[in-house]
């Protein structure tokens, strides 16, 4: 090492010196939320009594990083959205100016913690859907899936936004996602079985879907209702007749009345 390299050494030491030295023990949690020490020299913090030699411990948390969001429902592939414009908007100036205003309020409490994420968010979405608005309505949405992710009610409510939207694909992927979230909820496994014998009756896929809703929802009529449909449209009548009769014997005497109607309709047909 030659003279001047030497004197530059002895330069960066002194400065060393100077500032005090800190020593860190390296701790194989870092990084992963553990408690990491740290040995600080008391000299250079200027502790009163210190000395060269002495070492304070001191701990320091080191969080982790928060994951990403996963958005629960990105728009299929296979589904060519020309427009994200909602058919059947709001039908006067007096109505969009009202929802344009109950956005505005809602935002302004959104992350407050006055309500809960989830509700502000649905709710300004349908607001937005109210105005024909596709894509903010999305967004929102997918925020409340986000915001509960045990709940399905933002994936039910996406599943009748992309049904608007012709975006089918996505449409059931909703659905489905809705009922996996809450696999006991009638509603959303109505929807998602209505939509699967409107969209594709015959396909194995949808036989198998209401075999498993059977098992859970047996006698239940909103569910009798939705089977005896799409065995209409598969041309199994005379099990549609069998379920509308289960649904007859549970309602009062007007529903009765439309019942039998439907009931008649399917037998001349049998």
């Known amino acids: 090492m030659g003279k001047k390299d030497i004197g530059i050494a002895l330069a960066v ?50 969080k982790p990083l928060a994951p990403a969001a996963v958005n629960p429902l990105p728009i299929d592939s296979r589904d060519a959205l020309v427009s994200w414009t909602i ?6 100036s007096a109505d ?17 913690g006055r309500y809960p994420d989830e509700a502000v968010y649905l709710d300004i ?34 599943g009748n936004l992309m049904e608007r939207l012709h975006a089918l694909h996505t449409a059931e992927t909703a659905y489905a996602k809705a009922v996996s979230r809450e696999p006991g909820e009638l509603t959303f496994r109505t929807a998602y079985l209505d939509f699967l014998a409107h969209e594709e009756p015959d396909a194995a896929s949808t036989a198998e879907a209401f075999a498993a809703a059977r098992l859970v929802f047996a006698g239940q009529p909103n569910f009798l209702i939705s089977e005896a449909n799409w065995l209409s449209a598969i041309g199994s009548t005379t099990a549609a007749i069998a379920d509308w009769e289960l649904v007859r ?9 439309s ?12």
């Not at 058919?87 to 006067?92: I, K």
């Not at 205003?101 to 935002?107: D, S």
């Not at 596709?134 to 709940?151: L, M, N």
């Open 13 to 62: 030491l002194v400065a060393l010196i100077a500032l005090g030295s800190l020593v860190l023990a390296i701790h194989p949690g870092a990084g992963k939320g553990n408690s990491v020490p740290l040995f600080v020299n008391t000299a250079a913090a200027g502790g009163e009594g210190a000395t060269t030699s002495a070492a304070t411990p001191v701990t320091v948390t080191v």
């Open 87 to 92: 058919p059947g908007a709001a039908s006067s």
């Open 96 to 112: 969009a100016v009202t929802a344009k205003a109950e956005i505005a309020r809602l935002m302004s409490v959104q992350g407050t």
């Open 125 to 158: 979405a349908g607001h937005y859907e109210l105005l024909g608005d596709g894509k903010d309505a999305y967004d929102f949405y997918v925020k409340a899936a986000e915001a509960a992710p045990a709940r399905g009610v933002a994936l039910y409510d996406l």
């Open 249 to 257: 014997a549970a309602a009062g005497p007007d529903q009765q009345k």
């Open 259 to 270: 019942i039998d109607a439907v009931i008649a309709k399917l037998s001349a047909h049998a």
